[in-house]
C-alpha cells in the first residue's frame, strides 16, 4: 500500500455500531468481545483486539447506552438494552452511517420502529439501494425468518460472533471503497479523503482476510491501484503549491 503521500489533513471515520441486546451495553460484562467487534471495526485502531473462545458461547443479554472506552480510548460503540434510548441515539447520529446488530426478539420489535422513522439511515444517498447492515444476531436463524424475510434487503442473520464480525468489518471496508470514489468523482476531486477512506478499507480488508482465512487479493488490488493514482495527485498538487 502507497505510503508516502502528502495528505493535508486527518479524517475521522463517520461510522458507528450501534447494539441493542440483554447484556452488551453492561460494562461489566463482556469485556472481550466488545473489544474486539469495537477495536476491530476502527481502521485506525493498529492494535484490534481478538474475540477468544469463552465468547463464543456466551449469550448476548445488555445496559445501556454506553459507549466503549478501553485505556482512554473511545470506540464508535454504543450499547443498548432500552429500545426507546436506542432508538433516541440513532435520531442524534443520522449523519452517521450506522450499522446495528440487533438479538432477534429485539429486532422483531424495533427494526420495523427504525426503518419507519429514520427511512435514510439504511438507503445509499444515491443509488436509492438499501444497505444490508442490519445484523441479527441470534441463537436461531431459522426462528427469526418470519419476521426477517419483511426487511430482506436490509437484513442479514448470524448465530455466530466471529462470522457477524467478519461480515460487518467486510462491509464497512466496501463502504469506505464507495466512499472513496464518490470523493474521487467530486470535481474537483476530494483526494486528501479519498486517501484516508482507501487507507482504511486496506486495512479491514486484510483484517477480513485473516478473521475468515480467505484471499482478497482482488479488493486489495484494487484499492493499492486507487491509492497509487491518488497518492500521485496529492504529490502533483503539493509540488504546485511548493
Same mark, same amino acid.
Given at each position: 500500500?502507497?505510503?508516502?503521500?502528502?495528505?493535508?489533513?486527518?479524517?475521522?471515520?463517520?461510522?458507528?455500531?450501534?447494539?441493542?441486546?440483554?447484556?452488551?451495553?453492561?460494562?461489566?460484562?463482556?469485556?472481550?468481545?466488545?473489544?474486539?467487534? /469495537?477495536?476491530?471495526?476502527?481502521?485506525?485502531?493498529?492494535?484490534?483486539?481478538?474475540? =477468544?473462545?469463552?465468547?463464543?458461547?456466551?449469550?448476548?443479554?445488555?445496559?445501556?447506552?454506553?459507549?466503549?472506552?478501553?485505556?482512554?480510548?473511545?470506540?464508535?460503540?454504543?450499547?443498548?438494552?432500552?429500545?426507546?434510548?436506542? %432508538?433516541?441515539?440513532?435520531?442524534?447520529?443520522?449523519?452517521?452511517? %450506522?450499522?446495528?446488530?440487533?438479538?432477534?426478539?429485539?429486532?422483531?420489535?424495533?427494526?420495523? %420502529?427504525?426503518?419507519? *422513522?429514520?427511512?435514510?439511515?439504511?438507503?445509499?444517498?444515491?443509488?436509492?439501494?438499501?444497505?444490508?447492515?442490519?445484523?441479527?444476531?441470534?441463537? /436461531?436463524?431459522?426462528?427469526?425468518?418470519?419476521?426477517?424475510?419483511?426487511?430482506?434487503?436490509?437484513?442479514? %442473520?448470524?448465530?455466530?460472533?466471529?462470522?457477524?464480525?467478519?461480515?460487518?468489518?467486510?462491509?464497512?471496508?466496501?463502504?469506505? =471503497?464507495?466512499?472513496?470514489?464518490?470523493?474521487?468523482?467530486?470535481?474537483?476531486?476530494?483526494?486528501?479523503?479519498?486517501?484516508?477512506?482507501? /487507507?482504511?478499507?486496506?486495512?479491514?480488508?486484510?483484517?477480513?482476510?485473516?478473521?475468515?482465512?480467505?484471499?482478497?487479493?482482488?479488493?486489495?488490488?484494487?484499492?493499492? *491501484?486507487?491509492?497509487?493514482?491518488?497518492?500521485?495527485?496529492?504529490?502533483?498538487? /503539493?509540488?504546485?503549491?511548493?
Amino acid at each position: 500500500m502507497p505510503n508516502d503521500a502528502t495528505v493535508p489533513y486527518e479524517d475521522t471515520p463517520n461510522h458507528m455500531i450501534i447494539w441493542l441486546d440483554l447484556g452488551i451495553g453492561d460494562p461489566t460484562r463482556y469485556q472481550q468481545l466488545k473489544q474486539a467487534f /469495537s477495536s476491530t471495526a476502527d481502521p485506525k485502531n493498529e492494535t484490534p483486539v481478538k474475540l =477468544v473462545d469463552k465468547d463464543y458461547d456466551e449469550i448476548l443479554r445488555v445496559v445501556g447506552p454506553w459507549t466503549v472506552n478501553f485505556e482512554g480510548v473511545r470506540f464508535l460503540l454504543a450499547a443498548f438494552t432500552n429500545t426507546e434510548r436506542c %432508538i433516541e441515539c440513532f435520531a442524534q447520529n443520522q449523519h452517521k452511517r %450506522i450499522f446495528f446488530i440487533t438479538s432477534g426478539s429485539m429486532g422483531e420489535a424495533v427494526v420495523p %420502529i427504525i426503518l419507519d *422513522r429514520f427511512p435514510r439511515t439504511f438507503i445509499d444517498p444515491v443509488t436509492d439501494e438499501p444497505y444490508t447492515s442490519i445484523y441479527v444476531f441470534c441463537h /436461531s436463524i431459522e426462528q427469526q425468518r418470519d419476521w426477517a424475510l419483511n426487511y430482506r434487503d436490509y437484513i442479514q %442473520i448470524f448465530n455466530f460472533d466471529a462470522d457477524l464480525l467478519a461480515r460487518m468489518i467486510r462491509d464497512i471496508a466496501d463502504n469506505f =471503497v464507495t466512499e472513496s470514489n464518490r470523493l474521487l468523482d467530486e470535481d474537483p476531486p476530494n483526494n486528501s479523503a479519498a486517501y484516508h477512506r482507501l /487507507s482504511w478499507a486496506h486495512e479491514l480488508y486484510q483484517r477480513y482476510a485473516k478473521l475468515e482465512n480467505v484471499s482478497m487479493r482482488k479488493e486489495l488490488d484494487e484499492v493499492n *491501484r486507487l491509492l497509487e493514482g491518488v497518492e500521485e495527485e496529492l504529490r502533483s498538487s /503539493s509540488d504546485q503549491d511548493d
